[in-house]
């Protein structure tokens, strides 16, 4: 009970220690004085995606989980980026199931990574059973950029809490090194999840020393690596860990270990997390036998059939004038080379599919050693050809295949979104009076919520009253956060010494993202300060000189 304490407050810390980094990448600066991972004009973000490892897995009640999304390229500079979780069930809100439906990541030079930070809510009476859904990046430079990455929430009242995730361990706890100098480890799940499953296993020294007596994982780049991460696909209950080398001159009666990592491991629980690795004494060298009589080679064994299909249950969503990269998990890994045709069909008739995607069909290639693949697919931004949502499938169909493949299921489901109509802005307002010396307020509000952020550049402009003469100049740049429906704009009216007439400026809105601005422009009237133009009292009469007084 006190370790599990222990373990607790540790995650705990450098969970804060994690947010604290994240909010300091936030406040920098550039040179130029704009806020570091804005896009200065001119550069452009680089073409990135997620790869395809990120999928992530969370109970109900969980609370500021922290998910780590790698990407294939590293960031040429500091990004920032809006994140919001979509449901792939569109009869569930995400802002029932989460705190946190929305937030901001940053992406830092030079990294292939960032950070997003979750809190699910405990309330088990919303829905039962797991629910899946979409986390969907967006860069705050490039709307048209969308990065999504599955998130699986389990419902705790069914049993899928940690405590009862499927057991994952070492097929073999105790094993000795073969007469080649390989041990060859594996992990096995105590039954299938419909989630994937991520385990990290590291090698470690006991009285067999690396480099002295074992080499590390063979087949990772760099060579020789002691840490190898593993991702069981929904639906599969065992997978190889690749292959550890022994030293020729290796001591012998030692031994080393692999260990999974109980902090990082998503989607399982585990039981027992180390395995012992033995390297026994290598047999004498044989004399030589003399050359027995030749033998009739025996006729070998057909090889076991490889299956080829796709995972089962795999959808893909996108929204109108979208780009994606999709990945296609298959159930085994490829024993070598394969290359599919793919094409999109709808599931309804009537559709033409030309007039939904630019690209409609293409090549995929699947390299040996790996069990997925991806592709390009791009929709096309016309949101007026048809109204609502429309399923497609994807069909693969293999160009060339060895006598002992089996195919199997070689369909997705891709969900093509209808776009969302832009929310309308408009000034709350559209005239302000105000009085010298005091902040007139400007509110810009929206017809509803957008699930984008609405970013607005708005400036003021001289009318009859100029600027750091009657008022403080403002240019900036300001954002509806998703979810909320108005912003406010302050502009300081400055106070005066002498008398002056009624006067006015402009709020103008120079650019919107997101949202389209019915009337861009907004007045501000100056009050006139009546005290500072009242006119002087004039001095009381001067008294009559005596000799001017008439005697009677």
Known sequence: MSLNLSLKFVVRLLMAFTAIAVVSSCSKVNYDGRPAGILGQGQQSPQNKLDGANAFVMTEGEKNKQFTLQLTNAFNADTNYSWTIVSKDQSINPNDRFETPHGTAVGTRGQKSLTVQISAVDIDSIQQGTQEFVIALTPVNNQREILNADLTLLDASVGNTPDNLPIVSFVEYNLESDIRGEVRLALQLSRSSTSPVVVDVKLRDGSAIRHRDYTGYKTLSPNNAVEQTLIFPPGTTRMDLPVVGIHSQALCHTEFYAKMNRITVQGATIVKDKATIVIPCRPAPVPPTP????????????????VVALVDGQRFIMSEGDTRNLTLHFVENFKQDMNFGWTIIPKEQGIVVGERFKTLSGRMFATANTNYASIIVSAVDIDNLRQGDQEFEIVLTPEERDAGTTLGNLKADLTLLDKVKQPSASYERDRISAAQGTIATAKVVLTESSTLPVVIEIETQDGSARADVDYAPVKQRVVVAPGLTSVEVPVRILPQTACKDASEFYLVVTQIENAEMASKRATISI??????????????????????????
């Open 527 to 552: 009050a006139k300060d009546e005290a500072l133009c009242k006119p002087p009292t004039p001095p009381p009469p001067a008294p009559r000189p005596a000799s001017d007084r008439v005697r009677f």
């Open 291 to 306: 050359t027995p009589e030749p033998t009739p080679e025996p006729i070998p064994e057909p090889p076991a059939p490889v």
